[in-house]
């Protein structure tokens, strides 16, 4: 017998992860996922030591000889969920242009009258680096509770040097203290400060922000919101390759609003994701799939918005790891990867074994973390407790949080 840190046991199921061999798109059903029924998972130094039938588990690592014992009678047991897209860090509130949405205006108008990107800079600019701390800690908090264990963060509310910075600065001191594994991202690039060129903007960030930003040490992706209206192709591609050159990998945000060409520079520069993808078309996702991008899915945007979602099963027929996020943002409050996960079987036809692949093991392919998101002897055993008997009620039981507990590696956090 050997002890373990931590012993799951008795569990109804335990979602390993993508079955070897099983293909994401077409009809997949439950036979895309390793599923073991009755079961347990045991814990050595944060990492998945054994996983399978629960009496084999329980015998191997007495769960009365470990550190923690978690009995999972009627749960089920996924793989933490990893949110690859979020802007979390911020200030202000913007609820009132929620109800401005309902009454017709358009994001973009609400953008050209200096609200939208601009009015949360002007919040950002104002609070101090211990208030953006605590207002991301406690989004992060919210995070953890519905299951999420590692975070994507950005900045992009500074829209200049001093600012970035600190949004930076701030995002690494939660990161520092909090259970979430956050990573960090500069988006210089989200929108143009009032009263400045577009084009003049980018030298700025190009020339002064992405090498301050290199010096900080504190990014590791660089994103640009191109789109129409804010940042071109060609405008966008200078930034991207700048960042590489400043040691930074590329993201994009891409096709959201309309259809302009950021897919295929998503592919050509060799980015990690490209996110949105409303707009997107078979030949842009047969790009990604050929350069091993992954394209991510942010449902709960379009359904803030009331816009058409993406086309994720285009995405899964093209062979493409289709991975989602919450997008969780002003203009998109939900901090919840459960909810993101309902869209994504309600609204955008894919089966609840698609939508969790989705929110872990591919959302970590999307961070560059592909030993995230799956419990295989010897990934971090980052779980996700679900509180009903099947994986399936994480995007059944839409609107309510499912998840009764959380490991980070191997440890309960939430």
């Known amino acids: 017998m050997a002890r373990a840190e931590t012993v799951v046991h008795d569990a109804a199921e335990v979602v390993v992860g993508k079955r070897e061999g099983a293909w994401p798109g077409g009809d997949a059903g439950d036979d895309l996922l390793a599923v073991h029924e009755n079961a347990g998972v045991a814990v050595v130094d944060g990492e998945v030591a054994m996983v399978g039938p629960s009496d084999d588990v329980c015998r ?18 996924v793989p933490g969920f990893v949110d690859p897209h979020t802007h979390a860090v911020f200030a202000g509130d913007r609820s009132d242009e929620f109800e401005a949405k309902l009454r017709g205006k358009q994001y973009q108008e609400i953008l050209e009258e200096g609200g939208g990107i601009l009015r949360t800079v002007r919040a950002v600019r104002e609070a101090t680096e211990d208030e953006l701390v605590a207002n991301l800690r406690e989004h992060l908090d919210a995070m953890l509770a519905y ?18 910075l600190k949004l930076l600065s701030a995002i ?33 960030v190009v020339d002064e922000q992405l090498p301050a930003v290199a010096d900080q040490g504190v990014a ?30 590329p ?24 996110d949105h993808l409303l707009h997107s078309t078979r030949a842009d996702v047969d790009g ?55 869209l994504c079987c309600v609204e955008m036809g894919m089966t609840p074994a698609q939508s969790l692949v989705a929110a872990t093991e591919h959302a970590a392919l ?10 295989d002897v010897g990934a971090p055993a980052d779980m996700a407790i679900v509180d009903a008997p099947s994986h399936v009620h994480v995007p059944y039981q839409f609107g309510e949080n499912t998840v009764d507990a959380v490991f980070k590696d191997g440890t309960r956090v939430a």
């Open 147 to 164: 299951g999420s264990t590692t975070v994507e963060v950005k900045s992009g509310y500074g829209l200049d040097t001093e600012t970035e």
């Open 172 to 204: 690494e001191t939660a990161a520092e203290t909090h259970a979430v594994d956050v990573v960090p991202t500069f988006m210089g690039a989200h929108a143009v400060p009032e009263g400045m060129d577009t084009d003049a903007y980018v030298d700025a």
């Open 366 to 375: 999307a961070l560059d973390r592909p030993a995230r998101g799956r419990l």
């Open 220 to 249: 590791e992706f660089c994103d640009v919101f191109c789109e129409e209206g804010v940042f071109g192709v060609e405008q966008s591609r200078r930034v991207l390759e700048a960042s590489v050159d400043a040691g930074l990998t």
């Open 60 to 77: 191997e690592y007495p769960p009365e000889n470990a550190e923690t014992a978690y009995e999972a009678t009627g749960q089920s047991v």
């Open 288 to 342: 990604l799939v050929e350069n091993d991008v992954v394209p991510v899915v942010l449902p709960g945007t379009a359904f803030g918005l009331g816009a058409e979602y993406a086309d994720a099963q285009e995405m899964l027929d093209a062979g493409a790891p289709v991975a989602v996020a919450t997008d969780f943002n002003p203009n998109c409050h939900s901090r919840s990867m459960g909810f993101a996960q309902s």
């Open 251 to 274: 993201k994009v945000h891409a096709e959201e609003l309309a259809h302009i060409g950021g897919t295929e520079l998503a592919a050509e520069v060799g980015a990690t994701s490209a």
